[in-house]
T-cell receptor
Framework: TQLLEQSPQFLSIQEGENLTVYCNSSSVFSSLQWYRQEPGEGPVLLVTVVTGGEVKKLKRLTFQFGDARKDSSLHITAAQPGDTGLYLCAGGGSARQLTFGSGTQLTVLP | KAGVTQTPRYLIKTRGQQVTLSCSPISGHRSVSWYQQTPGQGLQFLFEYFSETQRNKGNFPGRFSGRQFSNSRSEMNVSTLELGDSALYLC?????????????FGPGTRLTVT
C-alpha cells in the first residue's frame, strides 16, 4: 500500500509570509500532483511533476519533486488571503490510481 | 469547455436507504473516477470506469457500486446506507491514460445519512 504523509496538517500565517508544505512517502511514485480545494468545491489541479528533481513554478508557487521521486514540496512566496484552502498532494504509481495525502489546511490572514 | 458536473449537490438520506449519484465528465474524457472525502480519512479512491468498464477499485465494501454509460456519464450507487457513509462524494474525469493520472474534479455531492 502506497501512503503519502503531508505536513503540517494545519498552517495559519499572516499575509506576506512564506511557507512550505511537505509531502513524503516511502514509496516511489511515477508522478506527483498538487491540488487546492476550497470549501464546497472539488480539488483543482495545480501542477504535475514527473521527473526526479523537477522544479515547476506557478506565479508565487514553487513545486519540487524529490530526486528519488518519494517526496515533494510546495513553497508559497508572499502568501495572500486568496491562497487559503486545503492543499493536497497525490501520487500516481504502481496501483494505477492516485493516492492522496491527508492534506494541509492553509489559512492566510489579512 | 464545461467542467465536471455532479448531481445532486446535497442529499439527506436515512440509514438503510440507498442512493444514486450522477456525474457528467468533461467532453472527450473517457475515464471517470469516484472518491469519498471525510474529515477523518481524507480523500479515498472508490473506483474508476473507462469505456463502460470498471478498470480499478479501491477498498470499499460491495455496497458501493458504479457504472458508466456509452456517453461516459457515470453513476455511483450506495445501498443499505450507514451513518459512516456521510461524506463528500467527488467525481473526477480524465483523458484515461495511465501515465499522468491528472484528475479534473466536480464540485461533489454532500451526502448526509441520519
Amino acid at each position: 500500500t502506497q501512503l503519502l504523509e503531508q505536513s503540517p496538517q494545519f498552517l495559519s500565517i499572516q499575509e506576506g509570509e512564506n511557507l512550505t508544505v511537505y509531502c513524503n512517502s516511502s514509496s516511489v511514485f511515477s508522478s506527483l500532483q498538487w491540488y487546492r480545494q476550497e470549501p464546497g468545491e472539488g480539488p483543482v489541479l495545480l501542477v504535475t511533476v514527473v521527473t526526479g528533481g523537477e522544479v515547476k513554478k506557478l506565479k508565487r508557487l514553487t513545486f519540487q519533486f524529490g530526486d528519488a521521486r518519494k517526496d515533494s514540496s510546495l513553497h508559497i512566496t508572499a502568501a495572500q488571503p486568496g491562497d487559503t484552502g486545503l492543499y493536497l498532494c497525490a501520487g500516481g504509481g504502481s496501483a494505477r490510481q492516485l493516492t492522496f495525502g491527508s492534506g494541509t489546511q492553509l489559512t492566510v490572514l489579512p | 469547455k464545461a467542467g465536471v458536473t455532479q448531481t445532486p449537490r446535497y442529499l439527506i438520506k436515512t440509514r438503510g436507504q440507498q442512493v444514486t449519484l450522477s456525474c457528467s465528465p468533461i467532453s472527450g474524457h473517457r475515464s471517470v473516477s469516484w472518491y469519498q472525502q471525510t474529515p477523518g480519512q481524507g480523500l479515498q479512491f472508490l473506483f474508476e470506469y473507462f469505456s463502460e468498464t470498471q478498470r480499478n477499485k479501491g477498498n470499499f465494501p460491495g455496497r458501493f457500486s458504479g457504472r458508466q454509460f456509452s456517453n461516459s456519464r457515470s453513476e455511483m450507487n450506495v445501498s443499505t446506507l450507514e451513518l459512516g457513509d456521510s461524506a463528500l462524494y467527488l467525481c473526477a474525469s480524465s483523458l484515461g491514460g495511465w501515465s499522468s493520472y491528472e484528475q479534473y474534479f466536480g464540485p461533489g455531492t454532500r451526502l448526509t445519512v441520519t
